[in-house]
């Protein structure tokens, strides 16, 4: 009777919480499925260790490469060692001396030992047939299981690979909704009866002005000067402008066409090829730069120079205006300059910060989140987001097998 292998190694969890995370009744319990996972696959590598070592560690290893050794034999030859012709015949005597050398090689204390004599004389024939290789596999079987000791400790290896990818996802994630959280709170503290007109007017005020005043820049400005505008802005982070695509930017530049206007322009993109020829310097090439890029030139417009409401903290809408000023400049009257400017001067008030608070809590609160604000529900989340977050960090600190 060849030797079976049983797993000896005991499983029995511990009660001791010591040094757990998520333990202590003190601490916040944590529910996490990513963790879980990872202790679970880690488990799960640490019993199919315990296996290979119950049995032999080292001898384990050389059972299962005699086993993988032999089976790769059988398998080689199953096709080209059955059946009655010459060839068949060549290579079963391939077969009988390659299995044979590897048979007569393995040490006599090898786990298994046995079943690679059985598997030999399952194959020492004249003639073999697929049933004989089926006997042959059959008869490694008992080496076999050496071979799947290590490959569930590889399976497990793997298993803690895909876990500790998913938990560095989902801490990922809990950033995000913690940074989310921390954002909520802070507008919880928000003053939502401030009179957050004194900023909002302003705004709105400049926001008007410029769009107007844009409208016409595109009316009235060739588009070679438009261009330059928006290349200029490329050194300019908080000036929004969408760069022009290279074709339509040297089209712009080196053609004579560049001294109309944008909306000139696209109208000139609709005429027939011959009305076309009346205006332009080349119809084919208005019709191939202009026409394919009209959703490009009717976005140049003034929401690259508005300002979002609710407005930005006080540090980076002051950055922002002063990137705005000198294009504002180029763009609309001094009474537009001057309400940019009067929008710098507010965010050095020192009522800016409250009215900026409440604008944002007004604007993105939602009637779920102030009640949760005022429950304490999501400051318990929040609580539950950090704990889960330490315990995944804590978790993904551990070194794993490689």
């Known amino acids: 009777m060849s030797e079976r292998v049983h797993d000896t190694h005991d499983h029995n969890a511990t009660d001791d919480t010591e040094g757990d995370p998520r333990g202590g009744r003190d601490q916040v319990q944590v ?16 019993r199919a260790t315990q296996r290979i070592e119950d049995h032999g560690g080292d001898a384990v290893h050389e059972a299962a490469a005699a086993y993988r050794d032999a089976d790769d034999l059988l398998t080689e030859y199953v096709d080209r060692a059955t059946g009655t012709g010459r060839e068949n015949f060549k290579a079963y005597v391939e077969l009988e001396g390659k299995f044979s050398t590897l048979v007569e090689n393995l040490p006599d204390d090898l786990k298994g030992r046995a079943a690679f004599d059985d598997a030999l004389d399952a194959i020492d024939k004249r003639r073999l047939s697929e049933s004989d290789f089926e006997r042959a596999h059959d008869a490694l079987e008992p080496a076999e299981q050496y071979a799947e000791l290590l490959d569930e400790r590889e399976a497990a290896r793997e298993a803690i690979d895909d876990a500790r990818t998913a938990a560095a996802k989902r801490r990922r994630k809990l950033e995000r909704e913690i940074s989310e959280h921390e954002r909520l709170l802070e507008l919880g503290t928000a003053d939502l009866d401030a009179p957050v007109e004194q900023l909002r007017d302003p705004v709105e005020a400049y926001n008007d002005a410029i769009r107007e005043a844009f409208t016409e ?14 290349e200029r802005s490329r050194w300019y982070p908080f000036v929004g402008f969408r760069q022009p695509p290279a074709d339509l930017k040297a089209y712009i530049e080196e053609s004579s066409d560049g001294e109309y206007s944008i909306p000139k322009l696209l109208e000139f993109a609709d005429y027939s090829h011959s009305k076309l020829e009346h205006y332009v310097e080349d119809a084919d090439v208005l019709k191939r730069r202009v026409a394919t890029q009209q959703t490009y030139l009717d976005g140049i417009d003034a929401e690259a120079l508005t300002i979002d409401w609710p407005p930005e903290p006080a540090g980076a809408l002051e950055r922002r205006v002063r990137e705005y000023r000198p294009f504002v400049a180029r ?7 001057a309400q940019l400017r009067e929008i710098r001067l507010r965010t050095y008030d020192d009522e800016y910060d409250r009215l900026q608070t409440a604008a944002q809590a007004v604007e993105q609160l939602t009637p779920e989140e102030r009640e949760q604000l005022a429950n304490g529900a999501l400051a318990d989340d929040l609580d539950s987001l950090r704990a889960e977050k330490a315990a995944l960090e804590s978790a993904l600190d551990v070194d794993d097998p490689v």
């Open 31 to 46: 529910d996490s499925a990513q963790l879980s996972d990872l202790e679970a696959a880690r488990d799960r590598f640490e």
């Open 217 to 230: 820049y595109r009316l009235e400005t060739p588009a070679r000067e438009v261009f330059a505008l928006v």
């Open 331 to 337: 763009v609309a009257d001094e009474e537009t300059v």
